[in-house]
């Protein structure tokens, strides 16, 4: 059972925009930024949405985050086929110290 | 460039002990905190334990407490985690993690984990 909730699986046909929800509480989301890695099948993550939306080097624009309240979310818009992945949020929570994350959320590019 | 590389996984049989260790290069590690986390077969990623940039902070998930050690030496730019007493459920691929910090209203803050290991892996089994 994960800290951040977020839903197993989304899906979309290229050039579509998906959104990706993670859920928290006020010791984790509601009080700090929160930061989305991707990960590619047989890869290492990345991160891929740094604190305040900001976005490594090499990241496209067509990824961007937000936040409202406890909740968070990952927007993907013109959808590619190399999307295909697993999402994951993660935020640092107050009342375990430490990092916690969501469930992640298997993108399907249809 | 950038690199975390670990070593030290492996197999083990139940109860007993490995040491991960993780050499850091093309950044400045002393200004980096510091993360282990693992990934069990077709599960998500899990945080197992922080140590700040100074070694002066550190946490550790509720599972892996009372268990493992994290420890950082900036000198040599390296990390470790010292697994004692391990179980069939700390099989997993663990990976080091870092990541910087920054400064919002005034207070230091954590980034994200930009730079990842390649991953260890860990099977605990008799």
């Known amino acids: 059972q994960s800290v951040l909730t977020q839903p197993p699986s989304a899906s979309g046909t290229p050039g579509q925009r998906v959104t990706i929800s993670c859920s928290g509480s006020?010791?984790?989301?509601?009080?700090?930024?929160v930061h989305w890695y991707q990960q590619v099948p047989g890869t290492t993550p990345r991160l891929l949405i740094n604190?305040?939306?900001q976005r490594p080097s090499g990241v496209p624009d067509r990824f961007s985050g937000s936040t409202t309240g406890a909740s968070a979310s990952l927007a993907i818009s013109g959808l590619q086929f190399e999307d295909a992945a697993d999402y994951y949020c993660?935020?640092?929570?107050?009342?375990?110290?430490?990092?916690?994350f969501g469930g992640g959320t298997k993108l399907t590019v249809l | 460039q950038v690199q975390l590389v670990e070593s030290g996984g492996g197999l083990v049989e139940p109860g007993g002990s490995l040491r991960l260790s993780c050499a850091a290069s093309?950044?400045?590690?002393?200004?980096?905190?510091m993360s282990w986390l693992r990934q069990a077969p077709g599960k998500g990623l899990e945080w197992v334990s922080y140590?700040?940039?100074?070694?002066?902070?550190?946490s550790y998930a509720d599972s892996v407490k009372g268990r493992f050690t994290i420890s950082r030496d900036n000198a040599k730019n390296s990390l470790s985690l010292q697994m004692n007493n391990l179980r069939g459920e700390d099989t997993a691929v663990y990976y080091c993690?870092?990541?910087?910090?920054?400064?919002?209203?005034?207070?230091?803050?954590?980034?994200?984990?930009?730079?990842w290991g390649q991953g260890t892996t860990v099977t605990v089994s008799s």
């Open positions: 140590i700040s940039s100074s070694g002066t902070t550190i």
């Open positions: 604190v305040h939306n």
């Open positions: 993660a935020t640092w929570d107050d009342g375990l110290s430490g990092w916690v």
């Open positions: 993690v870092g990541g910087d910090y920054y400064f919002w209203d005034g207070y230091r803050q954590r980034g994200g984990m930009g730079v």
């Open positions: 006020s010791s984790n989301i509601g009080r700090y930024t």
């Open positions: 093309g950044f400045t590690f002393s200004q980096y905190y």
